[in-house]
């Protein structure tokens, strides 16, 4: 197998930025989201997608959308699958909760050499999912896309299973684990307005609010 070219810590984490941003929505990335996703200036931000572009790992046309090519895509992989193979031992090995590997991820996923990312790989028994329900890409570049919705499109009456709940905001994870939803909890869902459900096994009903609704995703 040929060695994977390398690329500065800056590109890889655009093209894992931009690959995340359409996982579990449709709507492509623009230079001015990906500079609120990163934190940084939309000036800064155009120069680097130029580059990425002459270097062929996006296409993208002024004041539209950013796309990854099929090389830009394999990177992204790649750096995907080191980052949430990193969150899944941090949480599995060493007790960190679900709401503080990101940060950790983010550092280590740029050191790590391919071989010890392969073994921790194999010692966790090929994990196909994160902490967070992400999928995880096999090393071949392949990824086990679950079917899932957002929570706030599901009805009164539906019964659900949470399939994924996004990372972004640690104290919004730290609430819904204290109030038991986590991954694969199933709930019914009672009420939309407000978002009352009931989980599975409890006598009691839990409301919801709009981050919360905008942050779980579920398979019906």
């Given amino acids: 197998m040929a060695k994977p070219v390398q690329y500065a810590m800056a590109v890889e984490d655009y093209v894992k930025v931009i690959y995340a941003h359409t996982e579990w929505q449709p709507r492509p990335i623009t230079t001015s989201v990906l500079a609120a996703r990163l934190g940084l200036a939309a000036s800064s931000v155009t120069e680097m997608v130029k580059k990425l572009g002459a270097a062929g790992l996006v296409d993208h046309v002024p004041y539209g959308a950013v796309r990854l090519t099929p090389d830009g895509t394999a990177l992204a992989l790649r750096m995907v699958r080191r980052h949430r193979l990193i969150e899944t ?12 590997v990101h940060d950790e991820a983010e550092v280590l996923e740029h050191a790590l050499s391919d071989r010890l990312l392969d073994s921790i790989d194999e010692q966790l028994g ?79 009903t839990l409301t919801l609010a709009d981050d919360a609704l905008d942050s779980v995703w579920v398979g019906r």
């Fill in 126 to 204: 090929f994990p196909t999912r994160d902490p967070h329900g992400d999928p995880i890409p096999s090393r071949a570049g392949d990824v086990e896309q679950p079917a899932a919705v957002l929570l706030r499109h599901v009805g009164t009456g539906e019964t659900v299973r949470v399939v994924r709940i996004s990372d972004r905001d640690p104290a919004l994870l730290r609430h819904l684990e204290a109030e038991s939803i986590t991954l694969d909890s199933a709930f019914t869902v009672e009420g939309v307005e407000p978002f009352v459900v009931r989980l599975r096994g409890s006598a009691g």
């Fill in 89 to 100: 031992w941090l949480a599995g090995q060493f007790g960190y909760g679900w709401h503080e």
